[in-house]
T-cell receptor, first 116, second 110 residues
Framework: GAGVSQSPSNKVTEKGKDVELRCDPI?????LYWYRQRLGQGLEFLIY????????KSGLPSDRFSAERTGESVSTLTIQRTQQEDSAVYLC??????????????FGSGTQLSVL | GEDVEQSLFLSVREGDSSVINCTYT??????LYWYKQEPGAGLQLLTY?????DMKQDQRLTVLLNKKDKHLSLRIADTQTGDSAIYFC??????????FGSGTRLQVQP
């Protein structure tokens, strides 16, 4: 596809269960980001992958959250032992190799996670 | 602090101009961006400005940058109902992932 694809679009889970969210970036994009957006709030940075560099995990809120990316392709965000406060839209974005430091993000439409 | 700040809500009448304001945090930010989020969708890049510029115009959109005050604004001329959305500013310091503001919800009344 032409854009960033995220799956599933909606996920309802029970408290304590693990969930896995998937992001397919635009082909050729070296950078990939995960953000969280709680209802009515702004974007909260979670994790950032740039090429083969070590990921910036500084935004992960707890050790229940982890993410992987294989090369410059698919990424998965895993949340273990989900809690109700994890309910949010999880947005993935990718960006092409930088022209200078201009980093233009292309966002997917997100995964709406609801923890009951 | 680390927060990029925006007012939460703006309501305008169709045909009027809208001005959405943002205060960012890092004086070394190289690029500043405006993104638009429509209901149920991800964010879409609207426009951006390089830090050595103080104004950029793109059709109905005008971006103003005041580096001294670390203030960024987005003016939408002749606002239409289709402009109703949440608008996010973001800063790029080149050292970490883009930092987004909390978003301004623009409501356009017919």
């Amino acid at each position: 596809g032409a854009g960033v694809s995220q799956s599933p679009s909606n996920k309802v889970t029970e408290k304590g269960k693990d969930v896995e969210l998937r992001c397919d970036p635009i082909s050729g994009h070296t950078a990939l980001y995960w953000y969280r957006q709680r209802l009515g709030q702004g974007l909260e940075f979670l994790i950032y992958f740039q090429g083969n560099s070590a990921p910036d995990k500084s935004g992960l809120p707890s050790d229940r959250f982890s993410a992987e990316r294989t090369g410059e392709s698919v990424s998965t965000l895993t949340i273990q032992r989900t809690q109700q406060e994890d309910s949010a839209v999880y947005l993935c974005a990718s960006s092409p190799p930088r022209g200078g430091s201009n980093e233009k993000l292309f966002f997917g439409s997100g995964t709406q996670l609801s923890v009951l | 602090g680390e927060d990029v700040e925006q007012s939460l809500f703006l309501s305008v009448r169709e045909g009027d101009s809208s001005v959405i304001n943002c205060t960012y945090t890092d004086s070394s930010s190289t690029y500043l961006y405006w993104y638009k989020q429509e209901p149920g969708a991800g964010l879409q890049l609207l426009t951006y400005i390089f830090s050595n510029m103080d104004m950029k115009q793109d059709q109905r959109l005008t971006v103003l940058l005041n580096k001294k005050d670390k203030h960024l604004s987005l003016r939408i001329a002749d606002t239409q109902t289709g402009d109703s959305a949440i608008y996010f500013c973001a800063e790029n310091t080149g050292r970490r992932a883009l930092t987004f503001g909390s978003g301004t919800r623009l409501q356009v009344q017919p």
